[in-house]
């Protein structure tokens, strides 16, 4: 349900050794996460339909759809409209295991909506309002910080050359010296719960 594509198949050498040289995983690791993903998805393709069921349970005041889009956006690296299982562990070792750069330069692409190199203003509201969508009734409270009010703030924090868009070196550079933006814009619900 909700994975497509080509017929499962086992996970060649080439690519565990190309996981093992470009995750924190092990060979065994490689191998368990590989059985957990072709048991949901059997067909070795996981749609955004199914990712979004999945991501959604994580957040079951919110909704997450508009986030999801952005997230697998992000991790559709071949833009195939599937996550195949290399770009999933990929995904994965970033998101859970990356270091702070790894996870910024992550968080930066899925930013860049338009993937032009640089983030507007426009595309920071569209992501701070899916975060805010996503965490719903969880992270409300009476003086929430509009998205467009949290985008100006952050503007005003990060864009160096004040020419009204971020580079990646703008937002990097920004995050790596506020912990609470770096929190906030790498998704880390618990930083978006506070400042709310």
Avoid at 29 to 57: A, M, N, T
Avoid at 75 to 92: H, R, W
Wanted: with cysteine; proline share 3%.
């Amino acid at each position: 349900m909700g994975c497509g594509g080509s017929k499962s198949k086992k996970l060649s050498e080439e690519e565990v050794t190309f996981l093992i040289n470009n995750t924190c995983f092990t060979r065994e690791q490689i191998k368990h996460w590989y059985k957990g993903f072709v048991r949901d998805c059997p067909e070795g393709q996981l749609s955004q339909k199914k990712f979004l069921e999945v991501y959604s349970e994580f957040f079951p005041s919110g909704n997450a759809t508009e986030f999801c889009e952005h997230v697998f956006r992000t991790f559709d690296t071949d833009k195939g409209g599937t996550i195949d299982f290399p770009e999933f562990l990929l995904a994965i070792n970033i998101t859970s295991s990356g270091n702070p750069e790894e996870k910024l330069n992550w968080a930066f692409s899925m930013y860049d909506i338009d993937g032009n190199g640089t983030i507007d203003q426009d595309e920071m509201i569209r992501i701070i309002s899916a975060i805010y969508n996503m965490i719903g009734s969880e992270g409300q409270t009476r003086d929430t910080v509009t998205p467009k009010e949290r985008t100006k703030e952050i503007f005003s924090k990060m864009d160096a050359n004040n020419d009204g868009v971020l580079s990646k070196k703008e937002f990097v550079e920004g995050c790596m010296n506020d912990q609470f933006l770096c929190q906030m814009l790498t998704a880390d619900t618990s930083a978006v719960n506070n400042a709310q």
